[in-house]
């Protein structure tokens, strides 16, 4: 029964992996499987890589982890708004942030997609500032309230005037801030800077404690939206620039595809020859075992999705073979156990037993070495080590569990 299961399983994943195939056969029945495809790094897809630096200056160090993930899931979100297909957003060292849409040519077009993303915050006059003076820009200083702690921005209209203008609402800490601020400051003026450029300074009227603020100006219904939207999807924690910026060709990145597929393949299929002449039927079983485990970790790629590059399938392609050590490991001691007089069945328990703790260390050890380089290696380094990873794990089970269950089943 078990293999019947085990069997199921692996039609219903190599169905999922690779759906073309099927829906050939059952093309004139008029039934499609339905294709999901893989998410391909921008070394295989080519397109636009676009690198950022944040200025945190003026963030406390230990505030500035929390502002590039800030500025990370903003521009993602900004990305993702203009419809930019599996894009790559990750921090880079410690203030720089870099971009990847795969399939965009033209650089000025990437640009342009994720637009002049604003900077917003809010400023104050000092208590010590004299209001029968002139006041200038220059005047202002920070109140610490910014884009950071928006929570959303939307297009709204003046109940008295009915005029456009673009509602802010803030999250809980900002709330607080621009409860304290407001008091501090009432019948004084409270500028709302974007860009670094004042576009509202409204006086503050009364204490604002509901976390909510409105920019008004000349607007119209259009700009507000627009506004509201860019400030929705891009109030940025920290200023950004843009200090890198290039195109980068498919043309290489298919040639190396097609080549590392090639040496994926020869090389399943040389494991497949040793299994089977050096083991015999326990090779098949291994072989079914390689396979099971090759859907199932392809599978995984699809559904997380993981970005396969060129590092990524590199560690997938070693990964096959460390998939195949277990079983070794596994078959090498049942033949010990039969030699030592033991039955078949009597053989197979021991030989898993014994060959477990080993099987167990060695996994852990390419493990532990695989989520060390994720998290400190440079990106190209990380898709080696997520393929990896999820390669190591998924070799436990299928040089274990499905191996086991065939053999059970069969001796059986």
Same mark, same amino acid.
């Given at each position: 029964?078990?293999?019947?299961?085990?069997?199921?399983?692996?039609?219903?994943?190599?169905?999922?992996?690779?759906?073309?195939?099927?829906?050939?056969?059952?093309?004139?029945?008029?039934?499609?499987?339905?294709?999901?495809?893989?998410?391909?790094?921008?070394?295989?897809?080519?397109?636009?890589?676009?690198?950022?630096?944040?200025?945190?200056?003026?963030?406390?160090?230990?505030?500035?982890?929390?502002?590039?993930?800030?500025?990370?899931?903003?521009?993602?979100?900004?990305?993702?708004?203009?419809?930019?297909?599996?894009?790559?957003?990750?921090?880079?060292?410690?203030?720089?942030?870099?971009?990847?849409?795969?399939?965009?040519?033209?650089?000025?077009?990437?640009?342009?997609?994720?637009?002049?993303?604003?900077?917003?915050?809010?400023?104050?006059?000092?208590?010590?500032?004299?209001?029968?003076?002139?006041?200038?820009?220059?005047?202002?200083?920070?109140?610490?309230?910014?884009?950071?702690?928006?929570?959303?921005?939307?297009?709204?209209?003046?109940?008295?005037?009915?005029?456009?203008?673009?509602?802010?609402?803030?999250?809980?800490?900002?709330?607080?801030?621009?409860?304290?601020?407001?008091?501090?400051?009432?019948?004084?003026?409270?500028?709302?800077?974007?860009?670094?450029?004042?576009?509202?300074?409204?006086?503050?009227?009364?204490?604002?404690?509901?976390?909510?603020?409105?920019?008004?100006?000349?607007?119209?219904?259009?700009?507000?939206?627009?506004?509201?939207?860019?400030?929705?999807?891009?109030?940025?924690?920290?200023?950004?620039?843009?200090?890198?910026?290039?195109?980068?060709?498919?043309?290489?990145?298919?040639?190396?595809?097609?080549?590392?597929?090639?040496?994926?393949?020869?090389?399943?299929?040389?494991?497949?020859?040793?299994?089977?002449?050096?083991?015999?039927?326990?090779? =098949?079983?291994?072989? !079914? @075992? &390689?396979?099971?485990?090759?859907?199932?970790?392809?599978? %995984? /790629?699809?559904?997380?999705? $993981? #970005?396969?590059?060129?590092?990524?399938?590199?560690?997938?392609?070693?990964?096959?073979?460390?998939?195949?050590?277990?079983?070794?490991?596994?078959?090498?001691?049942?033949?010990?156990?039969?030699?030592?007089?033991?039955?078949?069945?009597?053989?197979?328990?021991?030989?898993?037993?014994?060959?477990?703790?080993?099987?167990?260390?060695?996994?852990?050890?390419?493990?532990?070495?695989?989520?060390?380089?994720?998290?400190?290696?440079?990106? =190209?380094?990380?898709? !080696? @080590? &997520?393929?990896?990873?999820?390669?190591?794990?998924?070799? %436990? /089970?299928?040089?274990?569990? $499905? #191996?086991?269950?065939?053999?059970?089943?069969?001796?059986?």
């Amino acid at each position: 029964m078990r293999i019947v299961i085990l069997i199921i399983i692996f039609v219903l994943l190599a169905v999922f992996v690779y759906p073309q195939l099927p829906n050939r056969w059952f093309g004139n029945f008029n039934f499609q499987f339905p294709e999901k495809q893989f998410r391909l790094g921008l070394d295989l897809l080519g397109g636009a890589q676009l690198v950022y630096e944040a200025d945190l200056v003026n963030i406390l160090e230990s505030e500035r982890g929390d502002s590039m993930e800030g500025v990370r899931d903003v521009i993602e979100r900004r990305v993702n708004l203009f419809g930019v297909a599996e894009p790559v957003v990750q921090i880079s060292g410690r203030n720089r942030l870099i971009v990847e849409m795969p399939q965009v040519k033209d650089v000025a077009e990437a640009i342009q997609l994720i637009g002049e993303t604003p900077f917003l915050e809010f400023k104050k006059l000092p208590e010590s500032f004299d209001m029968t003076q002139e006041i200038s820009v220059e005047n202002f200083t920070s109140t610490g309230l910014s884009g950071k702690q928006l929570k959303r921005a939307y297009l709204s209209f003046d109940s008295s005037t009915n005029l456009p203008h673009v509602s802010l609402e803030f999250n809980n800490d900002g709330k607080e801030l621009l409860s304290e601020i407001s008091k501090r400051n009432l019948s004084r003026p409270l500028a709302i800077f974007l860009d670094g450029q004042p576009i509202s300074i409204p006086i503050v009227r009364d204490e604002i404690t509901n976390g909510q603020a409105v920019i008004d100006g000349q607007f119209t219904i259009n700009d507000a939206r627009d506004l509201a939207i860019r400030l929705s999807a891009g109030a940025l924690p920290v200023p950004i620039h843009l200090i890198s910026q290039q195109t980068i060709g498919p043309s290489l990145g298919r040639a190396s595809l097609e080549q590392s597929l090639k040496a994926g393949l020869y090389g399943l299929i040389a494991l497949v020859l040793f299994m089977v002449i050096f083991y015999r039927g326990y090779g =098949l079983i291994a072989v !079914f @075992a &390689l396979f099971f485990y090759t859907v199932s970790v392809l599978t %995984i /790629f699809k559904l997380l999705p $993981v #970005t396969l590059t060129l590092a990524g399938i590199a560690g997938f392609i070693l990964s096959l073979g460390m998939a195949v050590d277990g079983n070794i490991l596994i078959f090498s001691r049942i033949k010990e156990e039969i030699r030592e007089g033991k039955s078949r069945p009597a053989a197979m328990e021991a030989g898993f037993s014994r060959a477990w703790s080993s099987i167990r260390d060695s996994q852990i050890t390419t493990l532990i070495a695989a989520v060390i380089l994720y998290i400190f290696a440079t990106s =190209l380094v990380k898709g !080696f @080590a &997520l393929t990896l990873a999820i390669g190591t794990i998924f070799s %436990i /089970f299928s040089a274990v569990y $499905v #191996t086991k269950a065939f053999l059970r089943s069969i001796y059986k």
